[in-house]
């Protein structure tokens, strides 16, 4: 059966880089990259007021919704970075939504 796509192509129209970090560490101390790509997206901003006890700051975040599985080699997306607009933004979770026979439907990205 052919399930429908939730995050249809003809909505991915933000050019993102993604880059996509292991937990691992290289021999020099670094991430191990996983995927990195000039990608395609639905991108949405959201801000928020966080307050504090000495001044309020504004914490602006966003979503990045793909169609399809973007790294079909990697099990969970758990780090990495992101450029969208010009602003760089670090991936705070990753999550492959899949269909009821374990396909991945669309993969989301929450960023901060």
Known sequence: MKYPSLVP???????IYVR???EELTEDGGPVILLD???????????KRVLTAE???????GTAMFTGDIAPNVPAITGGEVTVF???RR????MKAR?????VNYTRLDLI
């Open 9 to 15: 192509e003809r909505l991915c129209r933000t050019d």
């Open 20 to 22: 996509i970090e292991s």
């Open 37 to 47: 790509a000039d990608l395609k997206c639905n991108y949405q901003d959201t801000a």
């Open 55 to 61: 001044q309020k700051i504004v914490q602006i975040s």
């Open 86 to 88: 010009g602003v760089t």
């Open 91 to 94: 991936i705070l979770q990753g």
């Open 99 to 103: 269909n009821p026979d374990g396909t």
